[in-house]
């Protein structure tokens, strides 16, 4: 009995999380705010790609910040002189399409025509959890492993666009970066996948020409 107790409250904190989502995109739509969902482990990259995006893209960017303890990258985004709101997530693993929905509220929309908004560093719990945004953005290191995308399958079959960070190492990690963009293409086949590196620069133009035909469409 606890199980099924257990499951129909998870698939009600679902259902409500989906229809709160629903209603951020139709806020941002509004607004005429296109919103990237960034999600990746923790040294992935995600925070210090998205400070070169902010530096590098031609649109007035807003950042929300999702950590168990978020000040310190959203003090790395605020010397950018840009709209960005912290979110505490304290235990939980993830954001939420509630918590997003408090953001805009701390949040000058028409200030802005893109928003990252950073999820927490997990590549596991915010799977389920949809936030509103137009589309997912995972960010994953050949630090982490070539095994990385075998060991979470879910976050990748519903990415829009993944980017494998740091490829600059890969040999020196032993990582086969080319399996891991073949583990990406067997999940999820339509799915543009990047090959970057922050410190040489490789793949930044690629990534940047990726979100601006996502927000074109």
Same mark, same amino acid.
């Given at each position: 009995?606890?199980? $099924? ?39 992935? !990259? ?19 910040? !999702? ?13 950018? +002189?840009?709209?960005? $709101? ?45 936030? !509103? ?11 982490? !492993? ?41 999940? +999820? ?29």
């Amino acid at each position: 009995m606890h199980k $099924v107790a257990d499951i129909e409250i998870q698939h009600d904190i679902m259902v409500a999380n989906r229809k709160l989502a629903e209603r951020n995109q139709k806020i941002l739509d509004k607004a005429d705010v296109f919103a990237v969902d960034v999600l990746g482990a923790i040294g992935s !990259g995600k925070t210090s790609l998205i400070e070169i995006l902010i530096q590098k893209m031609d649109h007035k960017i807003g950042v929300i910040a !999702g950590d168990v303890i978020s000040k310190f990258d959203a003090g790395r985004f605020e010397k950018y +002189n840009i709209p960005v $709101v912290g979110l505490n997530t304290g235990k939980e693993c993830h954001l939420d399409a509630h918590l997003v929905e408090h953001a805009f509220g701390d949040m000058q929309l028409e200030d802005i025509d893109l928003l990252f908004i950073e999820n927490v560093g997990n590549l596991i719990c915010p799977v389920d959890f949809d936030l !509103g945004s137009h589309i997912r953005m995972v960010v994953i290191s050949v630090s982490e !492993g070539d095994d990385t995308v075998e060991k979470h399958p879910l976050i990748f079959k519903d990415a829009d666009l993944v980017v494998i960070n740091k490829v600059d190492i890969a040999d020196a990690v032993g990582a086969d970066q080319d399996k891991m963009v073949a583990d990406v293409k067997e999940l +999820n086949p339509k799915v543009r996948v990047i090959k970057s590196s922050l410190k040489t620069g490789q793949g930044l133009e690629e990534i940047i020409e990726s979100i601006e035909g996502f927000m074109d469409n």
